[in-house]
Structure formats: structure tokens, C-alpha cells
């Protein structure tokens, strides 16, 4: 089946520290992979996304590499900033499928 | 903004009452979703549809139905609410007409309280 496993929070960081946030996937064939934000009282919004293996995603400074050998896709960035205390999702979908499967999400403070 | 609006944004009910949810679009997307969000569990798939009138369930679709007599939207009943369902609802739209990988847009979601 397909599923994804995200790493658990809460994280605490200091601002500029490095963020890495681990995301593993379980799924046949070539899924499609995301990384969704959620900020306080809000909805998701996608932050980006790989569509093959060895894509990179990026986008607000943050980077994915869709890693099939290690069935990873892990969130990193160099230098967190307050602004980007919110609750991160690491999602895929098949692409002959209709539905997207989520992690558990991973709450993320940054502390100024 | 991709257009969805969530009714009512918050509810509070009574254990046994029946409840509906509303998801409306303004684009015309063919893709729409029902999740719960829940501590610890993420986001759980309820029921999508693919169409009007086509629908399909989710992982936890028991105690829910939807219902899609238009395009623009998407409602789901809880029959009779019970305090396992008090959760934060969102839908979700997927643009495309095929049944390739394209992103969800979420709706700001409603939050559900059962007494």
C-alpha cells in the first residue's frame, strides 16, 4: 500500500539554525511527492513538490530531493526564520490514482 | 486562491444531531476532497469525488456521507453525530481533468465540536 512516516515533533528551533525535517514512503512504482505547510488557523498550502526521482523541490529557501533508493523525501533549510513556525506534511499521490496520502505532520517552532 | 469556501467555519453540536459540511468552488474543478485533520493522525481521507455524482470513500469514511449534485459543491453529512467526529474539516480541490498528480488546494477549513 502506500503510506508516508514523517519524522515526529515538536521541533524547536533557534532562528538561522538548520532545519531538516525526515520524510520515508512506502508506495509502488513512481509516486509523486510533496511538502505541505500549514500555518496557525489556516489550511495547507503546497511549499513544493518532485514528480521523479532525483528531482529536487524548492521553494521559500526550503529544498527536497526525491531519493527513490532511500524512499526519501526530507525538508531542509539553511536558516529557519520565526515566520516559519507552522505544522509541515509530506504527502505523495500515484500518478494514476485520485487520492494523496499524508504524514502525521510535524510541528515546527522557531524560536527568535 | 484557488476558490473554496468552507460553511460554517464553526460548529458546535450535540451528540446524535445530524451535521453538514459545505465545500464551494468557484473554478469548476472536476477533484474534490473531504479530509479530518486530527492530532497524531494527520490528515485522513474521508470521501473524494471525481464528478457530480460520482463519489468514492476515503480510509474513514463510517458515519459520513457526501453528496455532489453540482460542480461547485461538495457536501458531507455526518448522519448523527457522535464525540469521535469533533475534528477539524477540510476539503480540497485538485485541478486537472485526468487522473494525473497534480497539488491540492485546501479550503481554511471548519472545526467540528460534538457534545
Known amino acids: 500500500g502506500n503510506s508516508v512516516t514523517q519524522m515526529e515533533g515538536p521541533v524547536t528551533l533557534s532562528e538561522e539554525a538548520f532545519l531538516t525535517i525526515n520524510c520515508t514512503y512506502t508506495a509502488t512504482g513512481y509516486p509523486s511527492l510533496f511538502w505541505y505547510v500549514q500555518y496557525p488557523g489556516e489550511g495547507l498550502q503546497l511549499l513544493l513538490k518532485?514528480?521523479?526521482?532525483?528531482d529536487k523541490g524548492s521553494n521559500k529557501g526550503f529544498e527536497a530531493t526525491y531519493r527513490k533508493e532511500t524512499t526519501s523525501f526530507h525538508l531542509e533549510k539553511g536558516s529557519v526564520q520565526v515566520s516559519d513556525s507552522a505544522v509541515y506534511f509530506c504527502?505523495?499521490?500515484?500518478?494514476?490514482?485520485?487520492?494523496?496520502?499524508f504524514g502525521t505532520g510535524t510541528s515546527l517552532t522557531v524560536i527568535p | 486562491d484557488a476558490g473554496i469556501t468552507q460553511s460554517p467555519r464553526h460548529k458546535v453540536t450535540e451528540t446524535g444531531t445530524p451535521v453538514t459540511l459545505r465545500c464551494h468552488q468557484t473554478e469548476n474543478h472536476r477533484y474534490m476532497y473531504w479530509y479530518r485533520q486530527d492530532p497524531g493522525h494527520g490528515l485522513r481521507l474521508i470521501h473524494y469525488?471525481?464528478?457530480?455524482?460520482?463519489?468514492d470513500k476515503g480510509e474513514v469514511s463510517d458515519g459520513y456521507s457526501v453528496s455532489r449534485s453540482k460542480t461547485e459543491d461538495f457536501l458531507l453529512t455526518l448522519e448523527s453525530a457522535t464525540s469521535s467526529q469533533t475534528s477539524v474539516y477540510f476539503c480540497?480541490?485538485?485541478?486537472?481533468?485526468?487522473?494525473?498528480?497534480?497539488?491540492?488546494?485546501f479550503g481554511e477549513g471548519s472545526r467540528l465540536t460534538v457534545l
Open positions: 518532485a514528480t521523479k526521482a532525483d
Open positions: 469525488s471525481y464528478g457530480v455524482k460520482d463519489t
Open positions: 504527502a505523495l499521490s500515484q500518478n494514476t490514482g485520485n487520492q494523496f496520502y
Open positions: 480540497a480541490i485538485r485541478p486537472g481533468q485526468g487522473a494525473h498528480t497534480g497539488e491540492l488546494f
